[in-house]
């Protein structure tokens, strides 16, 4: 097994049939994200660019790849603490490394400022509502809510996350699944069209499987998080992902192909269903009456709109 280049291979790239040594494994990782960059034109050139920075794999990736080379005005980076006791700390300390490493800002936004209640209080408090939260969804939208108050507040143009190849196939099953087209056309690269009050979100790790990043970070020497996260629960995201790796490990290729399969019903529907809102409670941009962040906080009692 050898690559291209003549060195021993020391991965098969089973999609495509590629065999890499070690050197060109990074490289190629490097030069797909650089590809897609300029093909999907995620930035221009007065952007400022937020990084969704949560010191997992997939974000330190990001940020290192691009700031190896001149992305818009300004990058920084935003890391949002949920507040989980032994084990956000981590993350939020590996995080701190790579951009003082790397001299990049770097800003911190926690639940407890924004929401009024940390991660585990919320939890604490659904428990005494006997409301049955589901982990990382429900942590998730509020996430994504904070991001983008943050990017608002910080004057980002984007926000570039770290969602790779195998997240993005996962959401497309989940999606299918409910049924909920809307969302499953929307779930591109980039937003389909730009609303106020929503600071647009790019996936440059979007093509590329989970398994490469992971390998990427080991071989670049990244930190790498040991801890698991308590509210971690089996969700329909771990069963899929499961089917999806066993489906994978068959018929290489098949994430590949839920993606562009999506991408094309993108641009054949892409008129005919964005249709924008704005939440009634907070009027942030929002797919229904009533945004999934005021939904959640109505359901603790804590809505403050
Ligand atoms: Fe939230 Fe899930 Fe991350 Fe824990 S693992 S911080 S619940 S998204
Ligand atoms: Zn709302």
Not at 129 to 149: P, S, V, Y
Not at 214 to 227: N, Q
């Given at each position: 097994m050898y690559c291209k280049c003549g060195k021993e291979?020391?991965?098969?790239?089973?999609?495509?049939?590629?065999?890499?040594?070690?050197?060109?494994f990074i490289r190629s990782i490097e030069k797909t994200i650089h590809k897609t960059i300029k093909r999907e034109k995620l930035f221009e050139p007065n952007d400022k660019i937020m990084i969704a920075l949560s010191g997992g794999k997939d974000s330190l990736t990001l940020l290192?790849?691009?700031?190896?080379r001149k992305y818009g005005s300004e990058i920084f980076a935003v890391t949002i603490?949920?507040?989980?006791s032994g084990y956000r700390e981590e993350g939020i300390s590996i995080a701190k490394k790579m951009v003082e490493k790397l001299g990049i800002k770097h800003y911190i936004f926690t639940f407890k400022e924004f929401y009024g209640y940390s991660l585990e209080e919320l939890y604490e408090l659904a428990f005494s509502?006997?409301?049955?939260?589901?982990?990382?969804?429900?942590?998730?939208?509020?996430?994504?809510?904070?991001?983008?108050?943050a990017a608002l507040k910080l004057g980002a143009t984007k926000v570039a996350t770290g969602h790779n190849l195998d997240d993005e196939a996962q959401t497309v099953f989940i999606n299918l699944i409910r049924g909920d087209v809307s969302r499953l056309i929307r779930l591109g690269i980039k937003p389909l069209k730009y609303r106020e009050g929503?600071?647009?979100?790019?996936?440059?790790?979007?093509?590329?499987?989970?398994?490469?990043?992971?390998?990427?970070?080991?071989?670049?020497?990244?930190?790498?998080?040991?801890?698991?996260?308590?509210?971690?629960?089996?969700?329909?995201?771990?069963?899929?992902?499961?089917?999806?790796?066993?489906?994978?490990n068959?018929?290489?290729?098949?994430?590949?192909?839920?993606?562009?399969?999506?991408?094309?019903?993108?641009?054949?529907?892409?008129?005919?269903?964005?249709?924008?809102?704005?939440?009634?409670?907070?009027?942030?941009?929002?797919?229904?009456?009533?945004?999934?962040?005021?939904?959640i906080l109505s359901m603790l009692g804590i809505c403050k709109n």
């Open positions: 291979g020391f991965y098969l790239r089973r999609h495509s049939g590629e065999i890499l040594c070690k050197k060109c290192y790849v691009l700031s190896k603490d949920e507040g989980v509502k006997k409301i049955g939260l589901l982990g990382c969804t429900f942590c998730g939208i509020l996430r994504r809510r904070l991001l983008n108050e929503f600071i647009p979100r790019v996936k440059p790790l979007r093509y590329i499987p989970e398994k490469e990043i992971a390998i990427y970070a080991y071989l670049m020497g990244f930190p790498l998080y040991e801890r698991e996260c308590p509210y971690v629960r089996a969700s329909l995201r771990d069963e899929i992902r499961d089917i999806l790796n066993q489906i994978e068959r018929h290489p290729g098949t994430k590949f192909a839920m993606i562009r399969t999506v991408d094309k019903l993108t641009q054949l529907l892409k008129d005919k269903i964005c249709e924008i809102k704005y939440c009634i409670k907070c009027g942030s941009p929002s797919g229904k009456d009533i945004c999934r962040t005021c939904q």
